[in-house]
């Protein structure tokens, strides 16, 4: 009975798609982030199809100046391609020739962080494109890129309007564009994941205006449903405790006025002795009503985050048949590998979700939570635990990978921190990534996955003590900076942590203030440092800092406590690698997996992606980590880049048969976009390298076939 259900969708899909492959050249655009509000990643255009995708070839290269990272999903209005750049400057391009319209401006003194795309918002002949540059929503005239200096504060709206006044001057900023709603643009925020982080409210502004239109409290407030889910007053951001905000993007159903929000964990991430409870409503998907904000339902993928498992890309909105019958539903993919469907209007689970028991954690003070939502279809996408014999065979050093492993807690996806260490499997960045998944009108859903361990561990807070034997800036550098470029300032480039030593030879002063007050790529911003803080630490850095240090005296304590509400932070944080900076774990390192949600089984899966190093290894070393997401057209195919490889490639979506491939000026780490103006179809991208340690490039790349 099972064959005969995948043989049925399979004949219907080649049907469907040898259908679509006949000339189809209406228009067709990308107007929105990620394709639409869906946010599935899929294009009606069949112009390029199974039989003549290998005659791809570069239409336009657009150049923008400053290379770096690129997280950008462009949109193409009207015939013009609209992105950010990688100092976060939007533009506008001619979508048929790559020749510029207007460039805007950065408003970072270096770069904010990196941007996953703009928003377009039209009335009649009022069109405007609204793009985030630090703390704040800017809004532009999308013919000329001017400022609409009538809106908000001169043509800005300020990203803490709704976050009260404990928001003060911490770290809000948003990598991921808002998401419309009539005239509303309801925005995702990026804040810090630490003691510092304000509550992550979700904010709706009226784009004519630019005031705050509603606010959602994912800390819920007195007489708020969830409020009994924290201890008393934890949303006055008092003790420490923040976030569970809305970081990756929203979908929303116009037709039914929902917006469905995915929300990140509270913070502190990794320790929640000071947040005992549920935790409502971080880790959900809200389903709110768009005009005002009200929870409509909610589900809670993790109760208590303590390992930074909040759900990481848009969800998308399908529809499936389940007993004859079409239901429009809503899928989210996890970091765990899990994909959640629910019914759209209800929240009903549409496979059977169980509630599993877990590892407990023996960090003194913590109370995980004994069980785990687990849906029992489909199977993950990830590999959920991690055993001696998963150790990388190609591992020159796999003993004592072995060894280490053995003595570190690795007892599934929900094994809580430990001060030995634990194995966070799939790790930080994946199973599925930001990129998000693509979707199909089939009802099938498209995910790249990654397949990397991270190796964490808990120790004391070192913010509770500053040594005296210690300079100042030696001392803002072990509370803010070890856990991720370690005490020796070393890094870990492999996992995005650069070397510091030395780095006044590569970089200049007022570049790393700049980074450290306002963030990029990866690394957070830090403007609670005060104007002598930071300068005590850059001279640090620089091995220039004016302070001797201080001989600690006999019999005095040399530790200054302060009332920071929190006892256990990060004191190691890496991917799990061998010696040679390669995954810990057995290939595949990366997939691509195909899942008809309509029965929750397997179509394929393939391992997606190489790392060089091992191409002469065999066929079985394969699969690298991948970002930004894969597109699906009507004629079957699907496009994808994502890799440090730099390859762009199509594959046939029916059975994951790799078609075409070609390789790229630099590494693309963003979703495609696919566009179709005067007849012609493109498939563009943008290449800003610099991830994961691939070369740095500042161009969009556009691929069409050759004039008849």
């Known amino acids: 009975m099972k064959k005969l259900l995948v043989l049925t969708l399979f004949f219907t899909t080649y049907l469907a798609c040898k259908q679509a492959e006949k000339p189809a050249y209406g228009t067709s655009e990308w107007k929105e982030y990620l394709g639409g509000p869906e946010r ?39 015939g013009v391609m609209y992105g950010m750049t990688a100092t976060t400057r939007p533009f506008a391009v001619d979508a048929a020739t790559g020749k510029e319209i207007w460039k805007g401006k950065s408003e970072g003194p270096d770069s904010y962080s990196s941007s996953r795309g703009v928003v377009y918002w039209e009335d009649g002949d009022d069109k405007r494109i609204l793009y985030t540059s630090g703390p704040w929503l800017y809004e532009l005239d999308a013919r000329t890129g001017k400022p609409l200096t009538l809106v908000g504060d001169s043509g800005r709206i300020s990203l803490k309007a709704g976050l009260g006044s404990t928001a003060g001057d911490k770290m809000v900023i948003s990598n991921t564009p808002g998401t419309i709603f009539g005239d509303l643009i309801i925005m995702p925020l990026r804040v810090s994941e630490g003691t510092d982080a304000p509550p992550g409210n979700i904010q709706a502004f009226n784009i004519k205006t630019g005031k705050l239109a509603w606010v959602f409290h994912t800390i819920p407030h007195v007489g708020e449903e969830g409020y009994e889910t924290w ?205 998000g998944a693509a979707a199909d ?74 980074v450290v007050s306002h963030g990029k790529g990866m690394m957070p911003a830090f403007p609670k440092l005060s104007k002598d803080e930071m300068q005590s630490l850059v001279g640090f850095l620089f091995g220039d800092e004016q302070v001797a240090r201080v001989p600690s005296e006999p019999g005095v304590d040399n530790a200054i406590k302060t009332e920071q ?48 190093a091992l191409k002469d290894k065999g066929p079985d070393a394969k699969g690298a980590e991948s970002y930004g997401g894969p597109v699906i057209t009507a004629s079957c195919l699907l496009f994808i880049a994502g890799t440090k490889d730099q390859y762009f490639r199509a594959f046939d979506k029916l059975n994951g048969k790799l078609l075409w491939q070609t390789q790229l000026p630099a590494a693309s780490f963003a979703t495609p976009a696919t566009y179709e103006v005067k007849g012609k179809q493109y498939i563009v991208m943008a290449c800003g390298g610099t991830k994961l340690g691939a070369k740095g490039g500042d161009s969009y790349i556009a691929f069409t076939l050759p004039a008849p």
């Open 40 to 78: 599935n990643h899929f294009s009606p255009l069949t112009q390029v199809n199974r039989e003549n995708v290998q005659q791809l070839q570069v239409a336009w290269e657009y150049h923008t100046g400053d290379s770096g990272q690129m997280q950008c999903n462009p949109i193409i209005v009207d």
């Open 231 to 435: 201890p008393p007053g934890t949303y006055k951001n008092l003790s420490g405790v923040g976030a569970a905000n809305n970081w990756s993007g929203m979908s929303v159903d116009r037709k039914r006025g929902i917006i469905f929000v995915p929300t990140g964990s509270a913070a502190y991430d990794f320790y929640g002795g000071n947040r005992k409870g549920a935790n409502l409503f971080a880790n959900c998907l809200l389903a709110l009503d768009a005009k005002t904000g009200k929870r409509i339902w909610h589900f809670q993928f993790v109760h208590h985050d303590i390992l930074d498992r909040d759900p990481p890309a848009p969800p998308n909105l399908i529809t499936v048949t389940r007993g004859g019958k079409m239901i429009d539903a809503v899928a989210q993919i996890t970091k765990q590998g899990y994909v959640f469907v629910f019914n759209r209007e209800t929240g009903e689970p549409l496979f059977p979700v169980k509630e599993t028991p877990v590892p407990q954690s023996d960090i003194p003070g913590e109370a995980a939570w004994p069980t785990q939502p687990i849906p029992e279809k489909p199977a993950p996408y990830a590999r959920q635990y991690l055993k001696e014999h998963d150790i990388n065979p190609y591992a020159a050093n796999r003993d004592s990978l072995i060894a280490l492993l053995k003595e570190t807690r690795s007892e599934g996806p929900f094994t809580p921190l430990s001060e030995k260490g634990t194995i966070i499997f799939p790790g930080l960045d994946g199973g599925g990534e930001w990129g």
């Open 441 to 514: 009108p089939e009802g099938i859903i498209y995910i790249n996955s990654n397949e990397m361990a991270w190796r964490i561990s808990l120790g004391p807070d070192k913010s509770k003590e500053q040594n005296v034997s210690m300079t100042p800036g030696e001392s803002v550098y072990v509370t803010n900076c070890t856990s991720c470029h370690g005490t020796a300032r070393k890094g870990n480039p492999s996992s995005g942590y650069p070397s510091l030593v030395n780095i006044g030879s590569r970089r200049k002063r007022e570049s790393v203030q700049a």
């Open 565 to 612: 509400q929190i006892s256990y932070a990060i004191s190691g944080y890496s991917k799990f690698l061998d010696r040679d900076g390669l995954p810990a774990v057995s290939p595949p390192w990366g997939t691509l997996n195909a899942i008809n949600l309509n029965t929750g089984e397997y179509v394929w899966k393939i391992p997606y992606g190489e790392i060089p």
